[in-house]
């Protein structure tokens, strides 16, 4: 994707709305995978936050699955201690 971040979070912007229901479709799936690999940090939240409370339902899932194993892959995550 060759999108300057605004017009990214455009992108974004309209997509959120169906985010969910992208994420259990067979070929929508693949779209929400894709802006978790060129969103910033903050627009991964962003998205992950519409996930809040179902990720039960996403992780059984067939396509949703994928979704949720593509944030994990791409979420820096630092764990201290």
Do not use: W
Not at 7 to 29: M, R
């Amino acid at each position: 994707m060759h999108a300057d971040m605004q017009e990214k979070e455009k992108i974004i912007t309209k997509i959120l709305p169906h985010a969910y229901n992208l994420s259990l479709n067979v070929f929508g799936n693949f779209v929400i995978q894709r802006l978790f690999e060129v969103a910033n940090k903050y627009q991964k939240l962003k998205i992950f936050n519409v996930f809040r409370g179902h990720i039960f339902e996403l992780s059984c899932d067939m396509y949703g699955c994928r979704v949720v194993q593509k944030f994990v892959d791409v979420m820096d995550i630092s764990f201290s201690g």
